[in-house]
């Protein structure tokens, strides 16, 4: 019998053209030898394998599509050529595959059907921001994205501040980024004064920022990211 292949979480940049500069040796060595991948968008994954400069050839390069539109039934024949011994790429749009991504669908089939899983290591916007925030990295929660309807997402910001001071816990979360704005208002307009509040935002990239500032300083001055990638941060303990 054949041995299956390997599925690689293989990480992408969080900012252009820096890949060269961000990933590690085995992570390039990885998509040298890698044939077969899982990507949320074809032109993405593209570009980021040739931005490596690792002598690949594209056109020998074999990409399924894996999004969270990607239906449960289908997920089975995008991991069939690991039951044939080749070896499997998921590349998420940026960062890590699995977190905040429908990679992590895949990854829970594959350890259904028995398939060795091996994530790489790489860029975490969200693990970044935590190192950089100074808040609670024992106890903390990533909460994704909050709602989109505004009342719905300040109850939920309202209520991520009362876990976090009931809990002493930090609480992490994103936003689409051209919601980024209308994110920073209600935080302002909604969390307690003495809340710090930390913002990162275009992590790895030039003009990177990680700031913590109670919420009361940030209303005197606060960044403009619209269309800029962020996590947000919150601790009251």
Known sequence: ?????????????????????????VVKNVIAATSHYLVED?????????SLKLGVNLEEVHLEKLDKKTPELQLKKLLAPLLKGHDVG???EAGCPGIADPGAN?????HKLGIK?????????????????????QSFTFNGYLPIDRKDRVQAIKELEAKSIRENTTQMFMETPFRNNRMIE??????????????ASNITGT?????????????KKHPDLHKIPAVFLIHHS
């Open 1 to 25: 019998m054949k041995a299956k292949g390997i599925l690689y979480l293989i990480p992408n940049v969080l900012v252009l053209e820096t890949g060269q500069d961000i990933m590690a040796p």
């Open 207 to 219: 003009d990177e920022m990680i700031l913590t500032k109670k919420v009361a300083d940030w209303r």
């Open 117 to 137: 899983v091996v994530p790489l290591p790489g860029p975490s916007s969200m693990f970044m921001a935590l190192m950089g925030s100074g808040f609670n990295g």
């Open 42 to 50: 074809f032109r993405t994954a593209r570009r980021y394998i040739s």
């Open 90 to 92: 998921i590349l998420s």
């Open 186 to 199: 209600d935080l302002l307009a909604n969390l307690s004064s003495n809340t710090l509040l930390c913002i």
């Open 106 to 110: 895949a990854v829970a089939l594959a």
